[in-house]
Protein backbone atom coordinates (compact mmCIF):
# COMPACT_ATOMS: atom_id res chain seq x y z
CA UNK A 1 0.00 0.00 0.00
CA UNK A 2 1.19 3.42 -0.81
CA UNK A 3 1.80 5.66 2.43
CA UNK A 4 -0.72 8.29 0.64
CA UNK A 5 -3.31 5.95 0.42
CA UNK A 6 -3.65 5.76 4.50
CA UNK A 7 -6.55 5.49 5.66
CA UNK A 8 -6.92 8.09 8.40
CA UNK A 9 -8.13 6.90 12.07
CA UNK A 10 -7.33 9.73 14.49
CA UNK A 11 -7.78 13.73 13.80
CA UNK A 12 -4.74 15.48 13.90
CA UNK A 13 -3.44 16.93 16.90
CA UNK A 14 -3.64 20.92 15.66
CA UNK A 15 -2.91 22.53 12.38
CA UNK A 16 0.64 21.40 11.05
CA UNK A 17 2.75 23.60 11.07
CA UNK A 18 6.97 23.51 9.87
CA UNK A 19 9.42 25.35 10.80
CA UNK A 20 12.75 24.57 9.20
CA UNK A 21 15.46 26.85 11.06
CA UNK A 22 18.28 28.11 8.40
CA UNK A 23 20.38 25.53 8.98
CA UNK A 24 17.64 22.55 8.42
CA UNK A 25 16.37 24.58 5.09
CA UNK A 26 16.92 22.32 2.34
CA UNK A 27 16.08 19.39 4.00
CA UNK A 28 13.11 21.36 5.35
CA UNK A 29 11.52 22.18 1.53
CA UNK A 30 12.13 18.45 0.88
CA UNK A 31 10.20 17.04 3.85
CA UNK A 32 7.30 20.05 3.19
CA UNK A 33 6.78 18.29 -0.35
CA UNK A 34 6.32 14.76 0.91
CA UNK A 35 3.51 16.07 3.29
CA UNK A 36 1.90 18.35 1.06
CA UNK A 37 2.04 15.98 -2.11
CA UNK A 38 0.70 12.95 0.71
CA UNK A 39 -2.23 15.46 1.89
CA UNK A 40 -3.51 16.58 -1.13
CA UNK A 41 -3.94 12.76 -2.58
CA UNK A 42 -5.18 11.56 0.70
CA UNK A 43 -8.54 10.62 0.35
CA UNK A 44 -11.23 10.37 3.68
CA UNK A 45 -14.77 11.84 4.20
CA UNK A 46 -13.51 13.67 7.47
CA UNK A 47 -11.46 16.33 5.45
CA UNK A 48 -14.13 18.67 5.47
CA UNK A 49 -15.04 18.95 8.93
CA UNK A 50 -13.43 21.53 11.34
CA UNK A 51 -11.29 19.23 13.40
CA UNK A 52 -9.02 19.16 9.96
CA UNK A 53 -9.49 22.70 9.31
CA UNK A 54 -6.10 23.79 7.35
CA UNK A 55 -5.13 19.73 6.64
CA UNK A 56 -4.48 20.76 2.87
CA UNK A 57 -1.96 23.55 1.97
CA UNK A 58 0.60 24.65 -0.81
CA UNK A 59 2.98 24.49 2.23
CA UNK A 60 3.20 24.07 5.65
CA UNK A 61 6.34 25.91 6.24
CA UNK A 62 5.98 28.95 8.91
CA UNK A 63 9.00 31.57 7.94
CA UNK A 64 10.99 31.65 10.88
CA UNK A 65 14.16 34.18 11.18
CA UNK A 66 17.11 34.74 13.50
CA UNK A 67 18.49 37.88 12.72
CA UNK A 68 21.81 39.37 14.79
CA UNK A 69 22.82 42.41 15.77
CA UNK A 70 26.05 44.15 15.14
CA UNK A 71 27.49 42.84 18.33
CA UNK A 72 26.63 39.66 17.49
CA UNK A 73 23.31 39.34 19.61
CA UNK A 74 20.07 37.75 18.01
CA UNK A 75 16.83 37.25 18.29
CA UNK A 76 14.35 34.79 16.78
CA UNK A 77 11.03 36.08 14.97
CA UNK A 78 8.10 34.34 13.70
CA UNK A 79 6.38 35.73 10.66
CA UNK A 80 3.06 34.50 10.79
CA UNK A 81 0.72 33.26 13.58
CA UNK A 82 1.45 30.14 15.14
CA UNK A 83 -1.87 29.84 18.03
CA UNK A 84 -3.12 26.52 17.80
CA UNK A 85 -0.57 24.76 15.62
CA UNK A 86 1.01 21.72 15.94
CA UNK A 87 4.90 22.94 15.35
CA UNK A 88 7.82 20.80 13.94
CA UNK A 89 10.86 22.48 14.19
CA UNK A 90 14.28 21.24 12.60
CA UNK A 91 17.83 22.31 13.29
CA UNK A 92 20.73 21.24 12.04
CA UNK A 93 23.36 21.95 14.97
CA UNK A 94 26.54 20.92 12.74
CA UNK A 95 25.85 22.93 10.03
CA UNK A 96 29.21 25.01 9.74
CA UNK A 97 28.86 26.27 6.63
CA UNK A 98 26.37 29.59 8.01
CA UNK A 99 28.11 32.77 9.23
CA UNK A 100 27.17 35.74 10.89
CA UNK A 101 28.79 39.13 11.20
CA UNK A 102 30.27 40.09 14.66
CA UNK A 103 31.56 43.67 15.47
CA UNK A 104 32.50 43.82 11.29
CA UNK A 105 34.09 39.98 11.30
CA UNK A 106 32.67 37.38 9.73
CA UNK A 107 32.24 34.61 11.86
CA UNK A 108 31.12 30.62 11.66
CA UNK A 109 28.18 29.11 13.45
CA UNK A 110 28.83 26.64 16.14
CA UNK A 111 26.72 23.93 17.18
CA UNK A 112 26.13 26.38 20.62
CA UNK A 113 24.59 29.13 17.91
CA UNK A 114 22.60 26.74 16.27
CA UNK A 115 21.25 25.44 19.43
CA UNK A 116 20.41 29.47 20.92
CA UNK A 117 18.60 30.13 17.32
CA UNK A 118 16.52 26.82 17.89
CA UNK A 119 15.61 28.57 21.95
CA UNK A 120 14.70 32.02 20.08
CA UNK A 121 12.47 30.25 18.30
CA UNK A 122 10.60 28.17 20.37
CA UNK A 123 10.60 31.78 22.79
CA UNK A 124 8.96 33.29 20.02
CA UNK A 125 6.06 31.28 19.54
CA UNK A 126 5.35 32.35 23.16
CA UNK A 127 3.69 29.17 24.47
CA UNK A 128 0.73 29.87 21.97
CA UNK A 129 1.28 26.81 19.89
CA UNK A 130 -1.24 24.06 20.34
CA UNK A 131 2.42 21.63 21.06
CA UNK A 132 6.09 22.13 20.07
CA UNK A 133 8.13 18.95 18.82
CA UNK A 134 11.82 19.73 17.96
CA UNK A 135 13.61 17.45 15.03
CA UNK A 136 16.83 17.41 15.96
CA UNK A 137 18.91 14.88 13.91
CA UNK A 138 22.15 15.38 15.55
CA UNK A 139 21.47 15.74 18.95
CA UNK A 140 22.97 18.78 20.54
CA UNK A 141 26.22 17.92 23.24
CA UNK A 142 25.35 14.13 22.48
CA UNK A 143 29.29 13.33 22.57
CA UNK A 144 28.78 14.67 26.31
CA UNK A 145 26.67 12.33 27.38
CA UNK A 146 28.07 11.15 30.43
CA UNK A 147 30.83 11.74 33.23
CA UNK A 148 34.04 10.17 33.99
CA UNK A 149 35.46 12.94 35.53
CA UNK A 150 34.98 16.36 37.04
CA UNK A 151 32.78 17.27 33.91
CA UNK A 152 29.75 19.07 32.32
CA UNK A 153 26.59 16.84 30.97
CA UNK A 154 25.77 18.89 28.40
CA UNK A 155 23.37 16.89 26.83
CA UNK A 156 21.27 15.85 29.66
CA UNK A 157 21.18 19.75 30.26
CA UNK A 158 20.15 20.81 26.93
CA UNK A 159 17.32 18.22 26.73
CA UNK A 160 16.32 19.35 30.19
CA UNK A 161 16.15 23.50 29.07
CA UNK A 162 14.12 21.85 26.14
CA UNK A 163 11.43 20.61 28.31
CA UNK A 164 11.37 23.60 30.36
CA UNK A 165 10.47 25.76 27.41
CA UNK A 166 7.34 23.47 26.51
CA UNK A 167 9.09 21.11 24.00
CA UNK A 168 7.22 17.90 23.85
CA UNK A 169 8.78 15.26 21.74
CA UNK A 170 12.15 15.23 20.69
CA UNK A 171 12.92 13.37 17.10
CA UNK A 172 16.58 12.65 16.86
CA UNK A 173 18.94 9.90 14.73
CA UNK A 174 21.40 7.54 16.01
CA UNK A 175 21.77 8.76 19.60
CA UNK A 176 25.24 8.75 20.25
CA UNK A 177 23.92 6.87 23.40
CA UNK A 178 20.47 6.84 23.74
CA UNK A 179 20.07 6.30 28.15
CA UNK A 180 20.91 9.97 28.08
CA UNK A 181 16.86 10.07 27.54
CA UNK A 182 16.69 9.65 31.20
CA UNK A 183 17.64 13.12 31.42
CA UNK A 184 13.66 13.98 30.56
CA UNK A 185 11.66 10.46 31.27
CA UNK A 186 8.30 12.12 31.24
CA UNK A 187 8.67 13.27 27.60
CA UNK A 188 8.92 12.28 24.24
CA UNK A 189 12.15 11.27 23.14
CA UNK A 190 12.98 9.07 20.03
CA UNK A 191 15.98 8.19 18.31
CA UNK A 192 15.41 6.77 15.08
CA UNK A 193 18.11 4.23 13.05
CA UNK A 194 18.76 5.18 9.30
CA UNK A 195 19.10 1.10 8.70
CA UNK A 196 16.62 0.91 5.99
CA UNK A 197 17.46 3.60 4.24
CA UNK A 198 21.38 2.62 3.78
CA UNK A 199 20.74 -0.31 3.05
CA UNK A 200 18.12 0.62 0.30
CA UNK A 201 20.81 3.06 -1.20
CA UNK A 202 23.71 0.62 -1.01
CA UNK A 203 21.76 -2.05 -3.14
CA UNK A 204 20.57 0.72 -5.81
CA UNK A 205 24.16 1.51 -6.38
CA UNK A 206 25.90 -1.27 -5.99
CA UNK A 207 25.85 -4.58 -8.29
CA UNK A 208 26.56 -8.45 -7.86
CA UNK A 209 26.29 -8.13 -3.75
CA UNK A 210 25.42 -11.66 -2.31
CA UNK A 211 23.90 -11.07 1.24
CA UNK A 212 24.41 -13.53 3.59
CA UNK A 213 27.13 -14.68 5.78
CA UNK A 214 29.30 -16.40 3.63
CA UNK A 215 29.91 -13.41 1.41
CA UNK A 216 29.28 -10.44 3.40
CA UNK A 217 30.14 -9.52 7.07
CA UNK A 218 29.18 -6.33 9.63
CA UNK A 219 31.91 -4.74 11.33
CA UNK A 220 31.88 -2.54 14.31
CA UNK A 221 35.16 -0.13 15.28
CA UNK A 222 34.88 -0.22 18.43
CA UNK A 223 33.24 -1.56 21.17
CA UNK A 224 30.51 1.64 22.14
CA UNK A 225 28.54 0.80 18.29
CA UNK A 226 28.36 -3.21 18.73
CA UNK A 227 23.94 -3.16 19.48
CA UNK A 228 24.02 -1.12 15.95
CA UNK A 229 26.15 -3.46 14.35
CA UNK A 230 24.32 -6.48 16.20
CA UNK A 231 20.87 -4.93 14.65
CA UNK A 232 22.21 -4.72 11.16
CA UNK A 233 24.26 -8.05 11.36
CA UNK A 234 20.33 -10.12 12.80
CA UNK A 235 18.54 -8.11 10.45
CA UNK A 236 20.70 -8.69 7.18
CA UNK A 237 21.62 -12.14 8.36
CA UNK A 238 25.02 -12.27 8.53
CA UNK A 239 27.97 -12.67 10.80
CA UNK A 240 29.58 -9.56 12.31
CA UNK A 241 33.01 -8.84 13.67
CA UNK A 242 34.38 -5.97 15.94
CA UNK A 243 37.28 -3.81 16.61
CA UNK A 244 38.84 -2.86 19.79
CA UNK A 245 40.16 0.56 20.35
CA UNK A 246 43.81 -0.03 22.40
CA UNK A 247 44.83 3.51 23.22
CA UNK A 248 47.86 5.07 25.05
CA UNK A 249 46.41 6.57 28.12
CA UNK A 250 49.70 7.81 29.33
CA UNK A 251 49.55 10.65 26.81
CA UNK A 252 46.37 13.04 25.66
CA UNK A 253 46.71 14.52 21.75
CA UNK A 254 44.01 16.76 20.40
CA UNK A 255 42.00 16.35 23.89
CA UNK A 256 41.78 12.02 23.98
CA UNK A 257 44.21 9.58 23.80
CA UNK A 258 45.49 8.10 20.98
CA UNK A 259 44.82 4.94 19.41
CA UNK A 260 47.65 2.71 19.29
CA UNK A 261 46.00 -0.04 17.42
CA UNK A 262 42.86 -1.83 16.79
CA UNK A 263 42.64 -4.95 17.85
CA UNK A 264 39.75 -7.30 15.59
CA UNK A 265 37.36 -10.00 17.34
CA UNK A 266 35.38 -12.15 14.90
CA UNK A 267 35.62 -14.56 11.75
CA UNK A 268 37.62 -14.81 8.59
CA UNK A 269 36.47 -11.59 6.53
CA UNK A 270 39.28 -12.93 3.16
CA UNK A 271 37.26 -13.01 0.18
CA UNK A 272 34.15 -11.00 2.31
CA UNK A 273 32.25 -7.80 1.38
CA UNK A 274 32.07 -6.03 4.51
CA UNK A 275 29.85 -2.88 6.28
CA UNK A 276 31.54 -0.70 8.59
CA UNK A 277 28.68 0.37 10.97
CA UNK A 278 29.21 3.77 13.35
CA UNK A 279 26.60 6.93 14.06
CA UNK A 280 29.30 9.43 12.33
CA UNK A 281 32.54 10.37 10.82
CA UNK A 282 34.20 12.90 12.55
CA UNK A 283 38.12 13.45 11.43
CA UNK A 284 37.41 9.47 10.15
CA UNK A 285 40.66 8.21 11.78
CA UNK A 286 38.94 5.40 12.88
CA UNK A 287 37.18 4.22 9.71
CA UNK A 288 39.83 4.74 7.70
CA UNK A 289 42.57 2.47 10.08
CA UNK A 290 39.70 -0.43 10.23
CA UNK A 291 39.61 -0.41 6.21
CA UNK A 292 42.84 -0.80 6.13
CA UNK A 293 43.12 -3.19 8.53
CA UNK A 294 40.06 -5.16 6.70
CA UNK A 295 42.25 -4.94 3.47
CA UNK A 296 45.15 -6.51 4.80
CA UNK A 297 43.14 -9.32 5.99
CA UNK A 298 42.20 -9.73 2.11
CA UNK A 299 38.36 -8.25 2.46
CA UNK A 300 36.46 -7.63 -0.94
CA UNK A 301 35.05 -4.73 -1.03
CA UNK A 302 34.83 -1.74 1.84
CA UNK A 303 31.72 -0.02 2.42
CA UNK A 304 31.61 2.53 5.25
CA UNK A 305 27.81 3.17 6.62
CA UNK A 306 27.46 6.49 9.02
CA UNK A 307 24.62 8.30 9.45
CA UNK A 308 26.64 11.85 10.31
CA UNK A 309 29.08 12.53 7.82
CA UNK A 310 30.92 15.62 9.28
CA UNK A 311 34.30 15.20 7.72
CA UNK A 312 36.26 18.02 10.26
CA UNK A 313 39.71 16.63 8.82
CA UNK A 314 38.64 17.58 4.68
CA UNK A 315 38.58 14.64 1.97
CA UNK A 316 41.71 14.01 1.48
CA UNK A 317 42.98 11.05 2.97
CA UNK A 318 39.60 9.64 1.97
CA UNK A 319 40.35 10.41 -1.64
CA UNK A 320 43.74 8.55 -0.67
CA UNK A 321 42.28 5.42 0.44
CA UNK A 322 39.24 5.34 -2.19
CA UNK A 323 42.44 5.78 -4.98
CA UNK A 324 44.99 2.75 -3.17
CA UNK A 325 41.50 0.66 -2.98
CA UNK A 326 41.13 0.40 0.82
CA UNK A 327 37.61 1.68 0.68
CA UNK A 328 35.01 1.32 -2.17
CA UNK A 329 31.90 3.65 -1.25
CA UNK A 330 31.09 5.69 1.56
CA UNK A 331 27.62 6.45 2.59
CA UNK A 332 26.28 9.33 5.38
CA UNK A 333 22.87 10.65 5.06
CA UNK A 334 21.72 14.35 4.87
CA UNK A 335 20.56 14.58 7.98
CA UNK A 336 23.48 17.13 8.94
CA UNK A 337 25.07 19.64 6.24
CA UNK A 338 26.54 18.14 3.39
CA UNK A 339 29.88 19.67 1.43
CA UNK A 340 29.49 20.24 -2.20
CA UNK A 341 32.96 18.64 -2.95
CA UNK A 342 31.47 15.78 -1.04
CA UNK A 343 28.86 15.06 -3.26
CA UNK A 344 30.64 15.06 -6.07
CA UNK A 345 33.04 12.66 -4.93
CA UNK A 346 32.40 9.39 -6.93
CA UNK A 347 32.56 6.79 -4.10
CA UNK A 348 29.95 8.75 -2.39
CA UNK A 349 26.37 7.97 -2.02
CA UNK A 350 23.88 10.58 -0.24
CA UNK A 351 21.29 8.69 1.27
CA UNK A 352 18.08 11.19 1.33
CA UNK A 353 16.37 10.86 4.66
CA UNK A 354 13.65 13.74 4.09
CA UNK A 355 10.86 11.07 3.10
CA UNK A 356 11.46 9.19 6.38
CA UNK A 357 11.07 12.52 8.82
CA UNK A 358 8.16 13.19 6.63
CA UNK A 359 6.51 10.01 7.52
CA UNK A 360 7.69 10.40 10.98
CA UNK A 361 5.90 13.92 11.02
CA UNK A 362 2.82 12.73 9.74
CA UNK A 363 2.35 9.93 12.04
CA UNK A 364 3.23 12.48 15.13
CA UNK A 365 0.61 14.81 13.78
CA UNK A 366 -2.18 12.36 13.80
CA UNK A 367 -1.10 10.86 17.29
CA UNK A 368 -0.49 7.55 15.56
CA UNK A 369 2.38 5.23 16.64
CA UNK A 370 5.88 4.99 15.10
CA UNK A 371 6.88 1.40 16.26
CA UNK A 372 6.03 0.15 12.44
CA UNK A 373 8.23 3.04 11.15
CA UNK A 374 10.86 2.65 14.14
CA UNK A 375 10.83 -1.07 13.33
CA UNK A 376 12.05 -1.57 9.44
CA UNK A 377 12.20 -5.09 9.48
CA UNK A 378 9.67 -5.65 7.13
CA UNK A 379 10.66 -2.59 4.78
CA UNK A 380 13.91 -4.53 4.54
CA UNK A 381 13.08 -7.92 3.88
CA UNK A 382 11.23 -6.63 0.92
CA UNK A 383 14.11 -4.26 -0.30
CA UNK A 384 16.20 -7.76 -0.13
CA UNK A 385 13.54 -9.40 -1.71
CA UNK A 386 13.38 -7.23 -4.79
CA UNK A 387 17.57 -7.10 -5.00
CA UNK A 388 17.39 -11.10 -5.07
CA UNK A 389 14.91 -10.85 -7.72
CA UNK A 390 16.62 -8.76 -9.73
CA UNK A 391 19.60 -10.49 -9.83
CA UNK A 392 17.50 -13.29 -10.63
CA UNK A 393 16.55 -12.16 -13.60
CA UNK A 394 19.80 -11.02 -15.25
Known amino acids: MLYEEKIIETIPVGPLGLIPLKSCEE ?68 NHSLTYSLCGKTNYMSPDDHFQDLKRV ?21 RQHKRSDRESLDCALALEELVRMGVENIITFDAHDPRVQNAIPLKGFETVQPIYQFIKHL ?42 KRRDYTRIVNGRNPI ?43 FICATFGLFTNGLDKFDEYHEKGLIDRILTTNLVYQDPALLARPYYIDVDMSKY ?38
Open 260 to 302: VAHEFLGSDVEGKDVLIIDDMISSGESMLDVAKELKERKARKV
Open 122 to 142: IAAAAGKARRINVIMPFLYES
Open 203 to 244: LKNEENLQIDSSHMMVISPDEGGMSRAVYFANVLGLDMGMFY
Open 27 to 94: LGKKVDKYLTTWRMERESEHKSTIAFAGYQRDSYIIGARTPRFGSGEGKGTLEESVRGDDLYIMVDVC
Open 357 to 394: IALIIDNLNHDASLSELLNPTKRINRCLDSYRERQAGR
